[in-house]
């Protein structure tokens, strides 16, 4: 079966600080993988996903940047932290092509940037 | 600009009764339409699904409804039991990813 792992589930980091959020998925070859963000009452964000190793499209244009450097692994990054990056940031996957199939979602990681 | 939308943030439904929640969409070429449930601290979970071609799909106590002309679906819950408390999310298919709504907030009281 298949699972998908991320990490951490909490973050505290100071404004201007980087920020490395890692997700990878087990059970699955050649997934779609996203990463949506989830702000205080608010609904769910796309902000990255990814049809392949090194192919990155980008939903909405901040300060956040992502890299697949593996099949199976998602990077969700960036160099200085605004206050406004606070939210829960969600890892989700999807079986190709990724039309008509539901996304699998990871536990999310907590971001509080102080 | 919000695709997806589900007007009610919260609802309270007693136990064993039916929970209703509602979601409406504004682009006409989405034709792939799925419910999922989220628990505080926790990815969303997949529910159940509904394809443009048809109008209701079931799964146990969740049957899922699709007014295309009305551009509206809804999930229905029966029994409701106090479990099934959650936030809802009803998503749509956009190419590759999904569109979401804001959530609609269930509580199932005893």
């Known amino acids: 079966s298949q699972t998908i792992h991320q990490w951490p589930a909490t973050l505290v980091q100071p404004v201007g600080s980087p920020l490395s959020l890692e997700c990878t998925v087990e059970g699955t070859s050649n997934p779609n993988l996203y990463w949506y963000r989830q702000a205080a009452g608010r609904g769910l964000q796309l902000l990255f996903y990814?049809?392949?190793?090194?192919?990155i499209s980008s939903e909405v244009p901040q300060n956040l940047s992502a890299s697949r450097p593996q099949d199976r692994q998602f990077i969700l990054s960036s160099k200085k932290l605004l206050l406004s990056d606070s939210g829960f940031y969600l890892c989700?996957?999807?079986?190709?092509?990724?039309?008509?199939?539901?996304?699998?979602f990871g536990n999310g990681t907590r971001l509080t940037v102080t | 600009d919000q695709q997806v939308k589900q007007n009610s943030p919260s609802l309270s439904v007693q136990e064993g009764r039916i929970s209703i929640l509602n979601c409406d969409y504004t682009n006409s070429m989405f034709d792939y339409f799925l419910w999922y449930k989220k628990y505080p601290a926790e990815g969303p979970t997949f529910l159940i699904s509904?394809?443009?071609?048809?109008d209701k799909n079931e799964d146990g106590r969740f049957t899922v409804f699709l007014n295309k002309s009305a551009k509206h679906l809804s999930l229905h819950i029966v029994p409701s039991q106090p479990g099934d408390s959650a936030v809802y999310f009803c998503?749509?298919?956009?190419?590759?990813?999904?569109?979401f709504g804001k959530g609609t907030s269930l509580l199932v009281t005893p």
């Open positions: 990814s049809v392949g190793i090194g192919q």
């Open positions: 989700a996957w999807s079986r190709r092509p990724g039309l008509n199939s539901p996304l699998h």
């Open positions: 998503a749509a298919n956009s190419g590759y990813a999904l569109n």
């Open positions: 509904i394809s443009s071609i048809k």
